[in-house]
């Protein structure tokens, strides 16, 4: 599944895949398709577990963490999961945005 993801321009910063079977997302460039950064999740029951994100570091600072952690999250609303964000800048996203909270294990 791909989810263009858009700057406040509308330009698209990347493009988030998931990849189930190898337990990640991953964000690709829009024109180049190279991998901009990933985040890795497992799934154990109701609980998606997320241990890691990771910006390729030419790539920090555009925003691409976020629309990692953002995809992620809204997928487990989708799914009815909870969310064990045991990396640190998930959890932080989480605290920034209280849609999240009651995702929370």
């Not at 024109?31 to 241990?51: A, K």
């Not at 629309?67 to 990396?87: F, H, N, S």
Request: proline share 7%; glycine share 4%; aromatic share 8%.
């Amino acid at each position: 599944m791909t989810h263009p993801t858009a700057s406040a321009d509308q330009s698209p910063v990347c493009v988030v895949v998931r990849l189930p079977e190898q337990s990640r997302y991953e964000a690709h460039h829009p024109e180049s398709d190279r991998v901009m950064g990933w985040l890795n999740f497992r799934v154990e029951g109701d609980v998606v577990v997320i241990p890691q994100t990771v910006t390729v570091p030419e790539f920090r600072g555009r925003g691409v963490a976020a629309m990692l952690a953002r995809q992620a999250l809204e997928d487990a609303i989708d799914d009815g999961k909870k969310v064990d964000a045991l990396c640190w800048y998930v959890a932080e996203f989480i605290e920034r945005n209280p849609r999240y909270y009651s995702l929370q294990v």
